[in-house]
């Protein structure tokens, strides 16, 4: 059961390792925003030892591990709202296999395979140029990949929302522009979720977003620790269960369009 | 001449029945473009909370030079949209050979093809935040200020134009040039901020070799340090010609490598 | 008038060597590989005449029907397009010239069929009266008045082949290649095609450049027929001529039982030519190759039953394919 989805997983490491063209200008991309940002801070600390409670070295620290893990709580929506455009879901749901499933197991693979590729090196530099700080306790370590791994799952769940949306927009286009935009800022990749003002933090907290970021990259950075360190990881739990089942709703809605307008 | 503008008027009358087609398409681009631009003056705003200059450049500031980058690159986003898919949709399938036989420029059919209307939701943005920045920056705003502005901001799209036909153009040796153009394009994010809080590397990099920094930070500063910056802003036209000159050259170059011309 | 002269054409292409190291070392050193796509061709084609340009896929037509339309430059000797180059003047050709190619499609996904037309209009500049003249015609013909205000990406594969060739005609050009017009459409679609493009050589002396594997596309409307294959001319000539020189053999198929011995009719003697072949499904088949000017099918198939217990059999019509392999064959492998 659990091997069929190990193996599509795998078969996304290898396809993803197959476009070099789209690796290079990933990594890339992805530095330089990396060096754009921490040129920025740099630029706004300028001799000032604290702002908000951050001190420069910490911020870099959150910076270049939010931006890294933003690209990553992504799925396939791409390849769900392609599935349903061409019409290929009919074939797909007949298939031995929970559709939801297998494009999270793909998408895991692929995410796996390039953060070993992109993230690792650009992080081992980063850390290396600007002296990234090591998580600030054992435990925070600990939690960190834990909660980097749900976040992705949660990540793909979303995603996975979006791209059923497909059923009912004909160019997906600007919902996922939408979407990357809605992620980046209030996930805390642009700016740490504490700096906004109160207001808005306290929107925030009932969005699933902080969930996807801010919360690791929170606990390794130590702005989350103690006791709602764990109420923040509890949280991010609650929100892959409530998302997987609004996904499923919304899921069935939207098949009982197909059988009826016979997609 | 006059031939082009009615023949582009038929298009562009045909884009925007398209558009009406898909009417919600429409507004879900709208908007995300307008709340990305939205998110990215927010985190300017908040960081300007925490500190009065940025290196010298006060929040008003470098509102404006956003604004030139919001406006600049509204307009190649608007009319030149069609060469991101330029490589996938025409060299690869063979619609290039299509536009060959018809009795009109072939760039001028793929720029004809297509009108990205979530690039009127950046226009917006962007002349409203002009609107808004202009009068706070201590510059008096007569008819001839007025034209070089206009001026400027032209040239920069001319910048943005000039480099993406060139990375484009590379479809025509590499089948699909979009990881090249994207890596490239992502580059004008640094012109969004003033050119001295990066590096020096950086900085002639954005100046000499990508010349973005002509799409905003130079223009701008034409305006808001004259007694620095004059001389940036004369040339920035004509960067912005010899952008173009040297994107329409490798266009050339490449039609004539895939009909087998020359060589 | 088409007029080619002694054209060649190579493709340069750069060798690929697989793997990282490869991708890294192609930076440095590339492997330019030269490949003839065609040469020596010559022919020149009249105004008004239906020609049929046939091939094996790979043989260089594709090449041609570019080199003609000025999508391809040749490398050497010179096309002219009733006195136009069209590789160097390739927009003035452009207006004198229309094209069907295969999938690719001229009509505007998301609109009704009349707005492509509508487009296509001021593309080519045509004048309003002889437009609408035309207009009229392609759509009485190809009986596309139904269609006119059904977006493209509603129509079926026949409707909008027959609204993609109406975009070809449009202009009222000198000259249109077709490739493939009629690929996966049925029989009353094709036979509409076929009348519809006959219609307009007739009324307007377009003359047509047809590529298709379908030999009754080319036998209903062409009168000459250029063979292509290996990137040269192998035949150009009349069809009957074709079918007399290359295409005279015919073939019946008998399905037997693997178990079944055949036993060859005396009376064939070496005149036919017979072939064994054993599958899974259908069991034994023998395909007995014969000249129709000597035999009738039936003849050859009361001699099979007089000494074999046959399944089933099939006659098959002789088609491109054959009659390429066929000059092929004569021609010693190219």
Known sequence: MVKKYLMLAKSSIHLDIAYPAWYWSHLIVTFSKLVLMVSFWSAVFDGKQLINGWDLSSLITYTVLSMLLNEYVNGASWELSNLIRTGQISVELLRPYDLHFRLMAQDVGATISNMMRTAVPLVLFMAFVYHLQFPVTILAGILFLWTVMVAIVLGNLIDLIIGTMAFWLENMWGLRVFKAALFLFFNGALIPLNMFPDWLQYLCMWTPFPSLVYTPVGIFTGRIVGEPMWIACFIQLLWVVVIFIVLRLVWRVALRKVTVFGG | MLRYIKLYWHFFKLRVQIMMEYRLDFIIGILSVLFIQGAGLFFVNIVFKQIQTIRGWSFDEVVFIYAVACCGRAIHHIFFDSLWVFGRDYIRNGGFDRMLVRPAPAFFQLIAERVQQDGVGQLLIGIWLLSYAAPTIGVEWTFVSMTVLIILILSSSMVFIGIHVFTCSLSFWMTDSMPVQWSVHEMSDFARYPLVIYNRVIQSLMTWIIPYGFTAFYPAAYFLRPETYLKMGWITPIIGFGCCLIGAYVWRKGVRNFTGTGS | ?334
């Open chain 3, 1 to 334: 008038m088409i007029d080619v002269r002694n054209v060649r054409k190579v493709y340069e292409r750069i060798e690929k060597t697989p793997g990282l190291w490869g991708a890294v070392k192609s930076l440095f050193v590339q492997r330019r590989k030269t490949f003839v796509a065609v040469e020596h061709l010559n022919f020149q084609i009249q105004q008004g005449e239906m020609v049929a340009y046939i091939g094996a896929n790979g043989a260089g037509k594709s090449t041609t029907i570019k080199l003609l339309c000025g999508i391809l430059t040749p490398t050497e000797g010179e096309v002219l397009i009733n006195g136009i180059d069209p590789s160097q003047k390739r927009i003035q050709n452009a207006k004198q010239i229309g094209a069907v190619f295969g999938q690719r499609t001229q009509l505007l996904w998301d609109l009704p069929v009349r707005e492509s037309f509508e487009l296509l209009k001021h593309i080519y500049e045509v004048e309003a009266s002889s437009f609408g003249e035309m207009y009229d015609l392609c759509v009485h013909v190809l009986q596309l008045e139904a269609l006119l205000n059904v977006p493209v990406r509603q129509l079926s594969l026949g409707q909008k082949m027959r609204c993609e060739l109406a975009a070809a005609f449009l202009h009222s050009p000198s000259i249109v290649y077709l490739d493939e017009p009629t690929i996966g459409l049925d029989v009353s679609v094709k036979a509409r095609i076929r009348t519809f493009i006959r219609e307009m050589n007739r009324v307007h002396r377009t003359t047509v450049i047809l590529t298709s594997h379908d030999m009754q596309d080319i036998e209903e409307l062409c009168q000459r027929v250029i063979l292509i294959d290996q990137g040269k001319i192998m035949y150009d000539g009349s069809i009957d001529q074709l079918k007399k020189e290359y295409g005279q053999e015919r073939i019946v198929e008998f399905h037997m039982e693997s178990s079944v011995e055949w036993r060859q009719p005396e009376r064939f003697g070496s005149f036919v030519t017979v072939k064994h072949a054993d599958s899974e499904d259908v069991g034994h088949t023998v395909s007995v190759g014969f000249d129709p000017t000597i035999w009738s099918a039936s003849e050859i198939i009361s001699e099979v039953l007089k000494t074999n217990k046959v399944n089933d059999l099939k006659v098959l019509e002789g088609s491109i394919e054959t009659i390429v392999r066929a000059i092929y064959e004569r021609n010693g492998g190219g």
